[in-house]
């Protein structure tokens, strides 16, 4: 362990419950669940792993206090039934195993509980509004009762605490936050008015759960864009000090406007200043979370005392072994979070599916296959794989680890593929950190790597493989556009052996994640980029998340014209019919072709067929999937 982060793995004491070191897991919505609100076994699992992985504390996902009514998933977990204890219990005795404790978070949808998941109940919330109608008093009464009955569910299925959900615009935040709350009764009004539900409820859970027991608060310190500001935030942690709560988790926002879970346009811990000046104010632990993944900036957070726990969201389901990485002073070897929120947050709030991660292909499938515990090949094969992006590195890394002689191609002068190409655009770091993972693991693991190595089928005979897995990925089309060779390949752009230079008038054909953030680069190196997209939206064939921040980046740099068709090029000129059926023409210094792309045009995978070989295809998804490429070469590894 580096003595920079030491401060990480100082001991404290919660509740009177004892916590190893300063890490937290947060909650984060998995849909790990059955639809009647049970635990699947790979929920267990995933929360072993990453108890197994060093954190001191995991906060489980929300759990449901009034089932179905107040759900917002269909897969939210159920902890108002007793009848759910025995289940909760095998995840509570699996994570204690590690020396790791863990609480739940007791949750309320309020007017987010959604009507195709609460089995036709009506919304309600602290005041009418928002499809949903303002509480009585003998419904608060029944929700303050439902949170305590949970808590002591939660007791007996061995947590060590629960955690009360009053953030992100859910149930007890439309109560506490100024916006919302319009009541003019006991429960509305004043600060201390708004609060009473969560003082009711918080009293109530240490009467019937006494110590030691924590009972923490997720509290939305900041809600953007209006509500509470730290100035109140600070009143209401006083507040929750002075009824018991043992420990706040500070977080911000409503996820309808992106501050919840910052992205790879967001700064490194972007919230710390909120959480130091509510430590600053109270006498009980501050967890803070927000993009915390390097060691260096969360040992920081705790020594200059902007908070006394660390909670790794995002980063924990990327690398559930990312704290026994640093306690063996093992840093390097990191996979680290790309913040691209596509494998977990998308599929969970807009597929309604288990979350995934877009660089480790084991979450979401923990329950059969372990990282850490790869299965010995029965019998060892020669296995020659043909192309060094992320699925032919990920597919190598998977069976070198079960015991196979592996040998990669790859035709050019570095590993990596359409990786490279993804990371040299603005805000990318992470991806470019991403792609040093996946070759420092490939030579962790001692792979035979042969560069600048075309691949062909004498090539290939002569290793005698028993498989040949083809992970060639995709390029750059060419659209049937007259005088298409008028223009540049976008991959020549985006690698950079085009340089577009300063002021220049660039169109580019194709608004889709990689014309895009090209015409984010250009435009901040001086030119003047002019998107034309066939669809009406850009930004169509990437991440919600994602394309929605890229959109509002570019929007404000390029010209952005869609639902056209260009019908022409010229070396100066772009000629198109507009949305509205109009012929159009605008003058050029440059045209670059981001039209879409299409698998490596190769007869390789035939002739090798041909001539007797057992030949598998993955990766073939495209610059913007790689969620996809890791997932095919999971796959593929454990089923030759």
């Known amino acids: 362990m580096k003595e920079n982060v030491k401060a990480l793995f100082q001991p404290i004491t919660i509740g009177g419950i004892p916590l190893k070191n300063r890490m937290v897991m947060p909650p984060m919505v998995t849909n790990f669940s059955s639809i009647d609100g049970t635990p699947e076994r790979k929920m267990v699992q995933y929360l072993r792993n990453r108890a197994k992985g060093g954190v001191g504390l995991i906060i489980q996902e929300a759990a449901s206090v009034s089932w179905p009514e107040g759900k917002i998933s269909n897969r939210q977990i159920r902890i108002n039934d007793p009848v759910t204890v025995a289940d909760l219990f095998d995840i509570t005795d699996s994570v204690h195993a590690f020396g790791t404790k863990i609480i739940v978070q007791l949750h309320h949808g309020g007017f987010l509980a959604h009507p195709e998941y609460t089995y036709g109940a009506e919304n309600v919330s602290s005041s009418d509004g928002n499809g949903a109608r303002a509480m009585t008093k003998e419904e608060i009464k029944k929700v303050v009762d439902d949170f305590i009955t949970s808590a002591v569910n939660a007791k007996n299925a061995r947590y060590d605490g629960i955690e009360i959900h009053a953030a992100h615009m859910y149930l007890l935040n439309q109560f506490i936050n100024p916006a919302w709350n319009k009541r003019t009764d006991e429960y509305g009004g004043s600060i201390e008015n708004r609060f009473r539900i969560i003082r009711e409820i918080a009293e109530g859970i240490r009467e019937k759960c006494g110590r030691p027991f924590i009972v923490g608060l997720r509290l939305g310190a900041v809600d953007f864009p209006q509500g509470n500001t730290v100035g109140s935030a600070i009143e209401i942690c006083k507040m929750a000090e002075d009824c018991g709560i043992d420990m706040l988790n500070i977080s911000v926002g409503f996820y309808e406007f992106a501050e919840v879970v910052p992205t790879q346009y967001s700064e490194e811990a972007p919230y710390t200043y909120i959480s130091e000046a509510i430590k600053k104010a109270v006498n009980i632990p501050v967890a803070i979370v927000g993009k ?74 923990e329950d059969f296959y372990n990282e850490n515990v790869v299965a010995a090949a029965g019998q060892p094969k020669t296995i020659v794989v043909v192309g060094g992006g992320i699925a032919g590195m990920q597919y190598s890394i998977i069976a070198k680890k079960q015991g196979h002689n592996v040998i990669l ?34 030579e962790r693991q001692k792979i035979d790597v042969r560069l600048q190595t075309k691949a062909d089928v004498e090539l290939i005979s002569s290793l005698d493989p028993d498989h040949v897995v083809l992970a060639m990925g995709c390029e750059f089309a060419d659209p049937p556009i007259e005088g298409i060779e ?93 949305a509205d059926g109009q012929d159009a023409c605008i003058e050029i210094d440059m045209v670059i072709n981001c039209a879409g792309q299409k698998k490596v045009s190769s007869p390789l995978y035939e002739r090798l067929i041909q001539k007797g070989f057992d030949v598998y295809r993955i990766g073939e998804n495209g610059i913007s999937n790689f969620q996809n490429a890791t997932r095919e070469a999971l796959q593929l590894a454990y089923t030759l």
């Open 292 to 365: 915390l993944r390097t060691p260096e900036i969360c040992a920081r957070i705790i020594d200059t005392k902007q908070a006394d726990l660390v909670a790794i969201g995002r980063q924990m389901i990327c690398d559930p072994e990312w704290l026994n990485k640093i306690l063996m002073g093992k840093e390097e070897t990191i996979r680290t979070c790309l913040n691209c929120l596509e494998g977990c947050m998308e599929r969970m709030s807009f597929a309604d599916s288990g979350i995934r991660c877009v660089i480790n292909p084991y979450v979401g499938v």
């Open 409 to 442: 191609l790859e035709k050019t002068e570095q590993l990596g593929g359409q990786m490279i190409l993804a990371g040299m655009t603005p805000f990318k770091k992470e991806v470019r950190q991403a792609l040093n993972w996946f070759k420092s693991e490939v």
């Open 486 to 578: 008028n223009a540049v390949k976008g991959d020549l752009v985006i690698g950079r052996k085009v340089e577009v230079g300063q002021g220049k008038k660039v169109a580019i054909i194709g608004g889709g994640v990689s014309g895009c953030e090209l015409a984010h680069r250009i435009a901040l190196e001086g030119s003047e980029p002019t998107i034309l997209e066939m669809l009406p939206t850009v930004c169509s064939n990437g991440g919600v998340i994602h394309s929605e921040m890229l959109k509002a980046q570019v929007g404000s740099m390029a010209t952005i014209l869609t639902s056209v068709k260009v019908n022409q090029i010229e070396r100066d000129k772009v000629f198109y019919r507009n």
